[in-house]
């Protein structure tokens, strides 16, 4: 699995969307985030799809940059 396909378009690949995820944890103060607050985040950039987000989460938890525990996620 490639990290951006060629049939989606590069502003919701999960590299991408995830990028985005993490520049909003860096401008937080407790280094958390709920979900809520990155969808809403995302929501201001045109991101609004589901599947996007959750590969993008899943994609950086899988790299070690993040962390969930019930309702947050947390910048590692």
């Not at 590299?15 to 909003?24: F, N, P, Q, T, W």
């Not at 860096?26 to 809403?40: C, G, K, P, W, Y």
Request: aromatic share 10%.
């Amino acid at each position: 699995m490639s990290l951006v396909s060629k049939d989606e378009s590069l502003t919701t690949s999960m590299a991408h969307v995830g990028y985005l995820i993490l520049k909003e944890l860096e401008n937080v103060e407790e280094d958390r985030l709920s979900l809520t607050a990155i969808t809403s985040g995302l929501r201001q950039k045109k991101i609004t799809q589901y599947r996007p987000i959750m590969f993008a989460l899943l994609f950086l938890h899988v790299a070690g940059a993040i962390d969930f525990k019930a309702p947050y996620v947390y910048k590692m």
